[in-house]
């Protein structure tokens, strides 16, 4: 069952909201985490650089199947440690039928830095 409908926002509002394209070129395992997830290093392109989120992706990806992927991610969060861990961006997905997520990413190969409209 999904969640209901979010309230009404404006579109300068859903403006504030910074979502961004990137592609992963590192991944490591956080044992640490309360739940399973990884470390992701994702290159949004020159002008943004590299930026590192932990993630609950373990579900549907390996290290192997995540290097070279492009994702979503929201960059304009503050900074959110997790552990010892700085997470700077948060990497976007949708639950599947379980609650494992499922990872956002664009059906063809985009520039990274590219934002969401």
Not at 55 to 77: C, E, K, S, W
Not at 110 to 117: A, D, E, I, K, T
Request: aromatic share 8%.
């Amino acid at each position: 069952m999904s969640d209901p409908v979010a309230p009404q926002i404006t579109f300068d509002d859903f403006l504030k909201v910074d979502v961004r394209v990137g592609t992963i070129v590192a991944v490591e395992p956080f044992p640490e985490a309360r739940k399973p997830a990884y470390k992701l290093t994702v290159d949004f392109g020159p002008e943004l650089g590299l930026r590192r989120s932990s993630a609950q992706i373990t579900v549907h990806y390996t290290p192997d199947t995540l290097i070279g992927r492009q994702v979503a991610a929201v960059l304009n969060f503050p900074t959110r440690q997790i552990g010892k861990f700085m997470s700077q961006v948060l990497v976007l997905g949708f639950p599947d039928a379980d609650g494992a997520v499922v990872l956002i990413s664009p059906s063809v190969p985009v520039p990274n830095g590219g934002r969401l409209f």
